[in-house]
């Protein structure tokens, strides 16, 4: 059922991930003035010529972002007409286009007005909700004519905590945002140690990381917690169970590639991947969330 929606589906998701790993590459390399501040031409030209790196790097990222904006729009459309019959996917699909819509405008805005850091703080986090939402409209195409979808019944307390967890792995995102956008990245220059002290100057950059860095971490006690009271408690839902271990599998990645940053000095690749699985655990998230909100808490 579905199979050309969900092949589209599919190579959306995929595609919304290459933007957000450009977008990565973008500021790692610090090429978002690389078309100056011209938007949607670049330097007043279609097809810039002899461009420098940072020109490709940057051109390409909107060239793409503009591609999988077209997509998301026939994606939710589609998505609206084959599978209205399911409650989530109106909001769904009117989400995926407002976030792709405001993502773009935001990335236009800081062209045009500037690269403030508080606004591609905000950019970056509303990728990770773009990106959420366009999974999940594909996800609903994969579950819509099965049997039983996942609908657990779990008690009040586990739904709240679930739902806070949520809410602060999204703050965190936009903690980890700030540190990358304000160069704060390196100014904790070891591990565990914040240059060769326990608790620093909390102020300027070195107090942005730090403040990641203990967000980050309650983040991850955060996620055992609910792992473990998933399976004390809700083993039998197959669903709750392998999310959440998938959930601490990308945390505790995404805490060796952020330990991994400090010790290489920021290193590329390592850097983007740290983008890529924190985007991934809040989209794991975002599945818990509306599996939970299919039957009222107990």
């Known amino acids: 059922m579905h199979r050309s929606l969900k092949i589209f589906g599919t190579l959306t998701s995929i595609g919304m991930v290459i933007v957000l790993m450009q977008g990565a590459l973008v500021t790692k390399t610090e090429s978002g003035e690389g078309c100056g501040a011209t938007w949607p031409l670049c330097f007043g030209e279609v097809i810039p010529t002899n ?168 983040l991850l006690i955060l996620l055992v917690v609910a792992l473990i009271w998933t399976l004390r408690k809700y083993s039998h839902y197959r669903s709750l169970v392998w999310t959440h271990i998938l959930c601490v599998i990308l945390v505790l990645t995404q805490y060796a590639t952020g330990i991994s940053i400090v010790l290489t000095g920021n290193e590329l690749f390592v850097a983007m991947m740290h983008a890529l699985i924190v985007s991934i655990l809040f989209t794991t998230l975002c599945y818990i969330v509306m599996i939970l909100s299919r039957n009222k808490a107990v």
């Open 51 to 218: 461009p420098a790196i940072e020109t490709i790097i940057e051109y390409s990222h909107r060239i793409v972002s503009g591609l999988l904006g077209a997509m998301v729009i026939i994606l939710a459309i589609w998505a609206w007409r084959k599978l209205s019959h399911i409650r989530e996917t109106k909001v769904m699909a009117i989400l995926a286009v407002l976030f792709i819509i405001f993502q773009g405008l935001l990335g236009a805005g800081a062209v045009v007005f500037g690269q403030s850091h508080a606004i591609l703080a905000l950019h970056f986090g509303i990728s990770a909700i773009s990106l959420a939402t366009v999974v999940l409209l594909t996800t609903l195409a994969f579950e819509d004519g099965k049997p039983n979808p996942p609908a657990p019944i779990v008690k009040k307390g586990y739904k709240g905590y679930i739902l806070a967890v949520f809410a602060y792995c999204y703050a965190v995102i936009y903690t980890g945002a700030y540190v990358k956008h304000t160069q704060a990245t390196l100014a904790c220059g070891d591990f565990p140690l914040c240059n060769g002290q326990w608790i620093p100057m909390l102020s300027g950059p070195v107090g942005a990381h730090f403040f990641h860095r203990v967000a980050g971490t309650l």
